[in-house]
């Protein structure tokens, strides 16, 4: 019975209805597949290891520190790993380089739905245009039937409503991964520079990490 309603309505809606449907399949995608890149980051996570390494750094520990984020899932501590082998030529670039891609892959494919977010209605916005149009077609004409001007009403009415509402449906995820990505780019920015100072203060102790860089294969 609801199936039915929908399908009316939809055919009511009028031959804008497919890019509508279409616009909001596309953005049914492209939030399904941030919700899973985001639950897979948050599941390679790992705070307690993140903290060791932080504490292997600040003693001056760059081997056992490497050793711990090399080959890591954690995007954090693969990070590190990046800055510790690209140490003796820039830690710190090489460290910023590393979580610029991981910004960009948290980032993807979410111009689609700032895209979605304003194609959306005004899709609805031409499905009015069309059904009044379609409405005012019969005016004047001697077979004029109240239906007819009435379907090209809601034609307008619904492509509208459908228009606003995969807008809403957007904006909202939208939003919330905007946030994730502000909050993941601060995180890193701590992180990134929280180990440069650890691995400064541990040079003022003697520890050299330039040395046991130029040990490791290069990349």
Same mark, same amino acid.
């Given at each position: 019975?609801?199936?039915? =309603? ?5 055919? !009511?809606?009028?031959? *804008? ?5 279409? /616009?909001?399949? +596309? ?7 941030? *919700? $899973? ?5 948050? &599941?390679?996570?790992? %705070?307690?290891? !993140? ?7 600040? #003693? ?19 990070? +590190? ?12 670039? &090489?460290? !910023? ?5 991981? =910004? ?13 977010? /304003? ?27 109240? @239906?007819?001007? @009435? %379907? %090209? ?5 619904? &492509? ?6 995969? &807008? ?11 946030? #994730?990505?502000?909050?993941?780019? %601060? ?11 650890? $691995? ?10 330039? @040395?046991?860089? @130029? !040990?490791?294969?290069?990349?």
């Amino acid at each position: 019975m609801l199936l039915n =309603i929908v399908i009316d309505t939809f055919i !009511q809606g009028g031959w *804008v209805m497919w890019p509508i449907l279409a /616009t909001f399949f +596309l953005a049914l995608c492209v939030i399904l597949d941030r *919700v $899973v890149w985001w639950l897979r980051l948050k &599941a390679r996570l790992n %705070g307690s290891v !993140q903290d060791e390494a932080r504490e292997l750094i600040g #003693r001056g520990d760059f081997e056992a520190a490497w050793k711990l984020a090399h080959g890591s899932g954690d995007p954090f501590l693969a990070n +590190l790993s990046e800055g510790i082998t690209h140490a003796r030529t820039s830690m710190l670039a &090489a460290m !910023q380089l590393d979580a610029t891609h991981l =910004i960009e892959r948290s980032e993807a494919r979410m111009w689609l739905l700032s895209t979605f977010i /304003t194609l959306a209605p005004l899709l609805g916005l031409f499905g009015t245009v069309v059904g009044i149009m379609s409405s005012f077609s019969f005016v004047g004409d001697d077979q004029l039937a109240a @239906s007819k001007v @009435s %379907g %090209g009403i809601a034609e307008a009415l619904i &492509a509208t409503a459908c228009g606003i509402a995969i &807008a809403i449906f957007c904006l909202l995820p939208y939003n919330f991964f905007r946030k #994730r990505v502000s909050v993941l780019r %601060g995180s890193l920015e701590r992180w990134i520079n929280h180990t440069e100072l650890l $691995v400064h203060s541990a040079k003022e102790h003697g520890h050299d990490i330039e @040395s046991f860089a @130029s !040990q490791l294969p290069r990349r």
